[in-house]
């Protein structure tokens, strides 16, 4: 059974199109990255998963069952975008008020406020709280009764890198344990080694999905290699795109990806100094994938 | 169930945090310590006169007091979440909007109720202990009658309060919109059955007229209080007119619960509607 399953789902706020004809799943113990420029749909595809919003067609399911039904609710987390709490309680008070909520154990607030490092924090008010502070409040939130599915919109903004590492460490092993996640996020280098799919939504259609490397043979963007020591006049071939210089003694080469293995090849034979092969990343691929849809330079406003 | 007392016992405790029912507990105890000994001052009298005389001021105070007190505590208690964000956080818990609003209805109508029973209970312990000769079955029961029946207006206006909240779009409006009500209900309401009876000249059903005081709450909670005492000489202004209304107190203590359950009603199909 799918964690989530969209089906041809429609969306509608007025007379706008907000998502059109969306089909989408996600594996039990599957991490999917959700992305997408301001407003072209991961907020509201969020929300119908939630059960926040219903779909104008199509059909939404959610861990076998209709989404906003109790018991489904229950075995869902989710950590909103610039999540907020009531400043007048401390961190431990809010822990105990939202577990209640969801009928998670009571033991668990303590262990989540120090896996979260909020243990010294607990007993201050959550307005005194930094956006990093509240971020990861809001983690623990997600994670009261052992959720499922776990939906986290933009999780690390307001992170510090070390607190960023510790929460994908989290996010590995919740998915090691089977917990379905989706993660919205703009920070896409951070965000790239720990998605097994990704899923790119522009202008509320949804353009690409699947894992990086069907997405890069899709894409058929060319490979960055870069070398040290060689000249333009040396490194030059008919396959290759474009030579740049780089700092010092480097140049870039662009090349298809079917001709990078023999294009390695030829410049190890050269002896240069140094050599380094990046294959596109998700930041090049989103762009790609942004511009096929003609979303270059939208700037939707936020639902 | 256990959802509404899950959001009732956060409602209550806030309440208690904010000093909220510390508050409005010392203001009804002060104000009605003063009014049971300075009420008649006006008539050249100073300590206490009567139990009827002493409930008949309370009341009307309190018809100012209670509405503004409960439309205070409560009108931002949708609008509020959703500009502080939590409320859509809340919409994703295994919670309906019923359970939301019913627990707040508890927990803000349990900071009502007791801070007006410990209010206006001290004062009724004071009365007990220091005016000598005092009918003491007379007096519990006026005083619970106050304090039951003040409790309830507060409720009407809690609820009153939920419907403007989760009509408003900004907390602002929504104060706004509570204060207009306050208004429409404590002063406008009066003055216009006043001035209808006037115009009209006798010519509007004078038997009807009295009716329309049952669309006031605040105005079915002072014919509650007034007319239990058969010798109310301060029936003054539209509270003449309930001489004429044929209905016992229990019609008057239906219709005031009645306010409650429709406001509740109204709110949640409001709150029911509002997008998250």
């Given at each position: 059974?799918?964690?989530?399953?969209?089906?041809?789902?429609?969306?509608?706020?007025?007379?706008?199109?907000?998502?059109?004809?969306?089909?989408?799943?996600?594996?039990?113990?599957?991490?999917?990255?959700?992305?997408?420029?301001?407003?072209?749909?991961?907020?509201?595809?969020?929300?119908?998963?939630?059960?926040?919003?219903?779909?104008?067609?199509?059909?939404?399911?959610?861990?076998?069952?209709?989404?906003?039904?109790?018991?489904?609710?229950?075995?869902?987390?989710?950590?909103?975008?610039?999540?907020?709490?009531?400043?007048?309680?401390?961190?431990?008070?809010?822990?105990?008020?939202?577990?209640?909520?969801?009928?998670?154990?009571?033991?668990?607030?303590?262990?989540?406020?120090?896996?979260?490092?909020?243990?010294?924090?607990?007993?201050?008010?959550?307005?005194?709280?930094?956006?990093?502070?509240?971020?990861?409040?809001?983690?623990?939130?997600?994670?009261?009764?052992?959720?499922?599915?776990?939906?986290?919109?933009?999780?690390?903004?307001?992170?510090?890198?070390?607190?960023?590492?510790?929460?994908?460490?989290?996010?590995?092993?919740l998915r090691d344990e089977g917990t379905s996640i989706v993660i919205c996020s703009h920070v896409l280098p951070g965000?790239?080694?720990?998605?097994?799919?990704?899923?790119?939504?522009?202008l509320g259609r949804l353009e690409a999905v699947g894992t990086l490397h069907e997405l890069r043979s899709q894409a058929?963007?060319?490979?960055?290699?870069?070398?040290?020591?060689?000249?333009?006049?040396?490194?030059?071939?008919?396959?290759?795109?474009?030579?740049?210089?780089?700092?010092?003694?480097?140049?870039?080469?662009?090349?298809?990806?079917?001709?990078?293995?023999?294009?390695?090849?030829?410049?190890?034979?050269?002896?240069?100094?140094?050599?380094?092969?990046?294959?596109?990343?998700?930041?090049?691929?989103?762009?790609?994938?942004?511009?096929?849809?003609?979303?270059?330079?939208?700037?939707?406003?936020?639902? | 169930?256990?959802?509404?007392?899950?959001?009732?016992?956060?409602?209550?405790?806030?309440?208690?945090?904010?000093?909220?029912?510390?508050?409005?507990?010392?203001?009804?105890?002060?104000?009605?310590?003063?009014?049971?000994?300075?009420?008649?001052?006006?008539?050249?009298?100073?300590?206490?006169?009567?139990?009827?005389?002493?409930?008949?001021?309370?009341?009307?105070?309190?018809?100012?007091?209670?509405?503004?007190?409960?439309?205070?505590?409560?009108?931002?208690?949708?609008?509020?979440?959703?500009?502080?964000?939590?409320?859509?956080?809340?919409?994703?818990?295994?919670?309906?909007?019923?359970?939301?609003?019913?627990?707040?209805?508890?927990?803000?109508?349990?900071?009502?109720?007791?801070?007006?029973?410990?209010?206006?209970?001290?004062?009724?312990?004071?009365?007990?202990?220091?005016?000598?000769?005092?009918?003491?079955?007379?007096?519990?029961?006026?005083?619970?009658?106050?304090?039951?029946?003040?409790?309830?207006?507060?409720?009407?206006?809690?609820?009153?309060?939920?419907?403007?909240?989760?009509?408003?779009?900004?907390?602002?409006?929504?104060?706004?919109?509570?204060?207009?009500?306050?208004?429409?209900?404590?002063?406008?309401?009066?003055?216009?059955?006043?001035?209808?009876?006037?115009?009209?000249?006798?010519?509007?059903?004078?038997?009807?007229?009295?009716?329309?005081?049952?669309?006031?709450?605040?105005?079915?909670?002072?014919?509650?209080n007034l007319a239990g005492f058969e010798s109310s000489s301060s029936t003054v202004g539209v509270m003449a007119l309930?001489?004429?209304?044929?209905?016992?107190?229990?019609?008057?203590?239906?219709?005031?619960?009645?306010?409650?359950?429709?406001?509740?009603?109204?709110?949640?199909?409001?709150?029911?509607?509002?997008?998250?």
């Open positions: 059974m799918n964690a989530v399953e969209l089906h041809n789902v429609y969306q509608q706020y007025g007379s706008m199109a907000v998502l059109d004809n969306i089909s989408l799943s996600l594996a039990e113990g599957e991490v999917l990255g959700l992305f997408g420029h301001n407003g072209a749909g991961k907020t509201t595809t969020v929300r119908l998963i939630l059960g926040l919003l219903q779909a104008t067609t199509g059909e939404v399911r959610v861990l076998g069952g209709t989404p906003g039904e109790s018991d489904i609710r229950r075995q869902i987390g989710f950590l909103p975008e610039n999540v907020t709490f009531y400043p007048q309680l401390t961190g431990r008070e809010t822990l105990l008020h939202f577990a209640r909520l969801k009928g998670a154990a009571v033991q668990q607030v303590d262990d989540l406020l120090e896996q979260v490092g909020l243990t010294a924090a607990s007993s201050k008010r959550v307005k005194t709280y930094s956006k990093g502070m509240r971020q990861r409040l809001g983690l623990a939130q997600a994670l009261l009764g052992r959720p499922r599915l776990l939906l986290l919109d933009e999780p690390t903004v307001g992170l510090d890198p070390i607190a960023t590492q510790e929460l994908y460490q989290v996010i590995g092993r965000v790239e080694p720990y998605i097994d799919r990704a899923a790119v939504l522009a058929q963007l060319p490979v960055r290699i870069r070398a040290a020591g060689l000249t333009v006049a040396q490194l030059s071939a008919p396959e290759v795109q474009a030579i740049r210089p780089l700092h010092g003694v480097w140049h870039e080469l662009l090349v298809a990806p079917m001709d990078k293995l023999a294009t390695v090849q030829r410049i190890l034979q050269l002896q240069p100094q140094d050599l380094e092969v990046q294959p596109p990343s998700l930041e090049d691929l989103y762009c790609y994938y942004m511009e096929q849809a003609g979303a270059l330079g939208v700037a939707g406003v936020q639902q | 169930m256990n959802q509404i007392w899950n959001i009732a016992r956060k409602e209550f405790s806030d309440g208690l945090r904010n000093r909220w029912m510390l508050a409005i507990s010392v203001v009804f105890a002060l104000l009605a310590v003063g009014i049971a000994w300075f009420g008649a001052a006006a008539s050249g009298q100073i300590g206490f006169t009567s139990i009827p005389a002493t409930i008949a001021s309370l009341a009307s105070l309190a018809t100012f007091l209670m509405p503004l007190i409960a439309l205070l505590l409560a009108y931002d208690a949708i609008v509020g979440e959703d500009e502080g964000g939590t409320l859509m956080l809340l919409l994703t818990y295994p919670i309906s909007r019923g359970q939301i609003l019913l627990g707040k209805f508890v927990g803000h109508g349990m900071i009502l109720g007791l801070a007006t029973l410990i209010g206006f209970g001290c004062a009724a312990v004071a009365i007990a202990v220091l005016v000598p000769e005092i009918e003491l079955a007379m007096l519990v029961w006026a005083f619970t009658r106050f304090i039951v029946s003040s409790t309830l207006l507060g409720l009407v206006f809690l609820a009153l309060a939920y419907v403007l909240s989760s009509r408003a779009a900004e907390k602002s409006s929504a104060a706004g919109l509570a204060l207009g009500l306050w208004f429409l209900f404590v002063l406008v309401f009066d003055l216009a059955l006043l001035a209808v009876l006037v115009i009209s000249e006798g010519t509007f059903s004078p038997e009807a007229l009295p009716w329309l005081l049952l669309l006031n709450p605040a105005d079915i909670y002072r014919l509650i309930a001489g004429d209304l044929p209905v016992s107190s229990a019609v008057l203590w239906g219709c005031l619960v009645a306010w409650v359950v429709a406001s509740l009603a109204l709110a949640h199909w409001m709150f029911a509607r509002r997008t998250a």
